[in-house]
Nanobody, 121 residues
Framework: QVKFVESGGGLVQPGGSLALSCTVS????????MGWYRQAPEKQRELVAS???????AYADSAKGRFTISRDNAKNTVFLQMNSLKPEDTAVYYC???????????????WGQGTRVTVSS
């Protein structure tokens, strides 16, 4: 079983900052790439940022220069520091993790339950 615990969402004014965290727990697997996605009302889910187990990162154009993704491999935790937030950043943010089971097979992608971020004055 793969369990996610996400935290850090909330209401923030434009220009403000929020930090999201997501810890994945369970047994008999290792985690490859972790990432953050978001889904705004009536829009498709989109990638915000991702990070490999080796620390290589990728960002959506909308996140570059404002958001920073990082991870603690020992704790299976991924973070997203969001600065200079804009109203268009309002969405439910989902953590994702690529899971490689020790029993074999491909990498499967799992999702957290989501945490809501609202940017409004």
């Amino acid at each position: 079983q793969v369990k996610f615990v996400e935290s850090g969402g909330g209401l923030v004014q434009p220009g403000g900052s929020l930090a999201l965290s997501c810890t994945v727990s369970g047994s008999s697997f290792s985690i490859t790439t972790m990432g953050w996605y978001r889904q705004a009302p009536e829009k498709q889910r989109e990638l915000v940022a991702s990070i490999t187990s080796g620390g290589n990162t990728a960002y959506a154009d909308s996140a570059k220069g404002r958001f920073t993704i990082s991870r603690d491999n020992a704790k299976n935790t991924v973070f997203l520091q969001m600065n200079s937030l804009k109203p268009e950043d309002t969405a439910v943010y989902y953590c994702s993790a690529g899971v490689k089971w020790y029993s074999g097979g491909p990498v499967y992608n799992y999702w957290g339950q989501g945490t809501r971020v609202t940017v409004s004055s």
